[in-house]
């Protein structure tokens, strides 16, 4: 029997095991037959990340900055002189953190798919693919489309999106700039993203649910930005759960990174929450063991912890995220005739691509700005 079975391979499920192998015999099982496959992210990060990761990955490009371009064409340019962040190679990145796993002490078996559990005489017994195995608890790190935070009742994310991603054989004229589009008719609910390094573009976007499929708008956006016609080289898609889980532990039970929804609302960024929350994690399981208590209700302290540290963020950015997805275009469009100010461009050059609602909210805190918004944000929060 193993301490901890981790449910899930991923950057969440591997920065948890490394560090509760400090003090427990760990097991992670994984679906695929290798780590990080398929690749379902566009790999921008920030150092903090890079930092927190533990891992040294190949750095694809340095980003300086972003130009917005609002629906009616009208763009702004933010830049900074340190870098902002770095493209990485999800697929390399997700090797690397599971080699430095078991560089701790971690075992993992792959292909291996976890199907239910059941606990029962001390012990969580796991139904997978590949028969049964037992553990004094899991972690649940199956990401978005979890097994494991539905057998917690009622547990949904409020939300998900859906993304799309192509990288297109390209050389863009400015290497350290990445292009962000918003609008109705560029990507719904969220925003498109143009990313350049070398002779790449990797360009994509994520819409709510309830718009058209992701490909019709990736079609258009390549069509409006000249790109259509350029060879493509890699094909992604993926989900991103939005808006927070009910709960991230059960008895003898924990969830971590998509799976519990440790996701930022406003830039669908899952890496930098999960790896904070790996930390508050694996204090709360060295404390369980301890003491010899991995109930639900001494579980719980994890949830307050991981929420004490990025809570902040993910709760406040999903107010943000409502208001902007209640915004026609008309009112986006309004807001880049105020944005487009120097003093304003100051504060979002200061800014930090992990706390983006800290930039919004500096933003909209500025007390022209929110003078002039103040009627667009009530119209668009009695919607
Ligand atoms: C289009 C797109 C772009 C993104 N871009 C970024 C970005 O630039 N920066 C950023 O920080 N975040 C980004 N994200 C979000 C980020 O990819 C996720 O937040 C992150 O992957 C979460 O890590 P995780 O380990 O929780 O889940 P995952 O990476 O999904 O890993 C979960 C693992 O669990 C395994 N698994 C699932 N079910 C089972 C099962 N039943 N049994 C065993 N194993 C199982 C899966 O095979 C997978 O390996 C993006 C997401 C999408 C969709």
Partial sequence: MHDVIVIGGGPAGNKAASLIADRCDVLVIEDHAVPGRPVQCTGLISDEVLELSGIRPTILNELYGANIFFPNGKSISVSSNERKAVLIDRGEFDLLMAEKAEENGVKHKYSTRYTG??????AVRIATNDGTMTASMIVGADGHNSMTARTIENNAPKEYVRGIQFDIRHRADDQKMINIRIGSETA?????????????????????????PPMEYLKALLKRTGLDGHDVVRRYNGRIP?????????ERMLL??????????????????AFRSAYSLSETVSEAFDKNDLSEEFLSRYERRWKQNVGKELERGYRLRKMYTSMSDDEMNRISEIVDKEKIRNMLNSGSIDHPSDMMIKMLGHPVTLLRLMPTMIRAMMR
């Avoid at 969220?190 to 573009?201: A, C, K, L, V, Y």
């Fill in 242 to 250: 939005l808006g927070g889980q009910r709960k991230t532990y059960g």
């Fill in 188 to 212: 719904p609910g969220f925003f498109s993203w143009e990313i350049p390094f070398g002779d790449i573009t990797r360009v994509g976007l994520c819409t709510s649910m309830n718009a058209r």
């Fill in 117 to 122: 559990h059941a606990i029962s005489g001390g």
């Fill in 256 to 273: 971590i990174g998509d799976a519990a929804c440790q996701v930022k609302p406003i830039s669908g960024g899952g890496l930098q929450p």
